[in-house]
């Protein structure tokens, strides 16, 4: 559905535990996202990338990191460094130029347990 | 950075009266705005977008006015119904030093009451 997929649905950490968020896309976007989204808080910028092998910190980027080796993918990582990691998280894929759209996956809900 | 403020946080309405949703943003090299909606349970989803150039953009039930001096844009929904009801997420776009970046508001929860 959308041509973006994340995985998985949902995940359970342990305290202390690196995590790794996928995130899929097959619609030829050079543009990937993350967000983060709480209740009350709406959607986020956690990183962004524009081109492969390029990526850009949002604006709540610490205890984050992400890779973007490959056009199609863009996973995210959360590390033992995030204070507050439960939350969900959706990655979008960005449809850029003069009818700018993002697409959003299904998202991933990331639990600490 | 940007900063795009959306106001109120939740909004009930009877069914078939009319919603509005505002959104505020701080830079002014921002040119695109564009509304999302996010059903329970699912994913946000494009229903309406404006760009700095133009005032005003109507999709049957749904309009968006953007005033480019105040900088401040708005979504309006007439005649709602129960489908209405969802999260409405306004966001704000431009170009930062070769990269585009989409930053949204805080989200407004729309209840439409039967």
């Not at chain 2, 049957?60 to 489908?83: D, M, W, Y």
Request: charged share 20%; hydrophobic share 30%.
């Amino acid at each position: 559905d959308g041509g973006i997929t994340q995985s998985p649905k949902y995940l359970f950490r342990k305290e202390g535990q690196n995590v790794t968020l996928s995130c899929e896309q097959n619609l030829n976007h050079d543009a990937m996202y993350w967000y983060r989204q709480d209740p009350g808080q709406g959607l986020r910028l956690i990183y962004y990338s524009q081109i492969v092998n390029d990526f850009q910190k949002g604006d709540i980027a610490e205890g984050y990191s992400v890779s973007r080796e490959k056009k199609e993918s863009f996973p995210l990582t959360v590390t033992s460094a995030q204070k507050n990691p439960t939350a969900f998280y959706l990655c979008a894929s960005i449809r850029t130029g003069a009818n700018t759209e993002a697409f959003f996956g299904q998202g991933t809900r990331l639990t600490v347990v | 950075g940007e900063n795009v403020e959306q106001h109120p946080s939740t909004l009930s309405v009877q069914e078939g009266d009319s919603a509005v949703i505002k959104c505020t943003y701080s830079d002014s090299a921002s040119n695109y705005f564009p509304w999302y909606k996010q059903e329970l349970g699912k994913r946000p989803q494009l229903i309406i977008d404006i760009r700095s150039n133009v005032g005003e953009k109507k999709d049957q039930r749904i309009a968006v006015t953007l005033n480019k001096t105040a900088k401040h844009f708005s979504l309006h929904i007439t005649e709602t119904q129960p489908e209405d009801s969802a999260v409405y997420f306004c966001a704000g776009d431009k170009w930062d030093f070769g990269n585009e970046k989409l930053t949204f508001g805080t989200g407004t929860r729309l209840t439409i009451i039967p």
